[in-house]
């Protein structure tokens, strides 16, 4: 399985650069599965302060961990969703559709 954290986009403040709110997403592939889940972090003034021109996506990304995202159990809930998909407990349909 192949996970990847991204950050899709930062809100900021355009008087200081300050970022107050990071969206990220973090995607899991197995195959021809796949699992995403997206969220925000906020953060309020003073901390963290990297000039904006100076940010990197892996310093976002270290910022949103620190801030609460849990990263282990949110790729072990990507990793449940995939291991449902390849083993589905329910189907729909009808019996007179199926081929």
């Known amino acids: 399985m192949t ?8 809100d900021r403040r ?17 195959g021809e599965f796949s699992a995403s889940v997206y969220g925000t972090c906020g953060w309020s003034d003073g901390k963290p302060v990297v000039p904006y021109a100076n940010l990197t996506e892996q310093t976002v990304l270290g910022w949103c961990w620190e801030s609460g995202v849990d990263k282990d159990a949110t790729e072990a809930a990507l990793a449940a969703q995939i291991d449902a998909q390849k083993n589905p407990v329910t189907a729909t349909g009808t019996p007179w559709s199926q081929e």
Do not use: E, K
């Open 3 to 10: 996970v990847t954290w991204t950050i899709d986009n930062l």
């Open 14 to 30: 355009t008087s200081d650069g300050f970022v107050t709110v990071g969206h990220w997403r973090c995607t899991a592939v197995d």
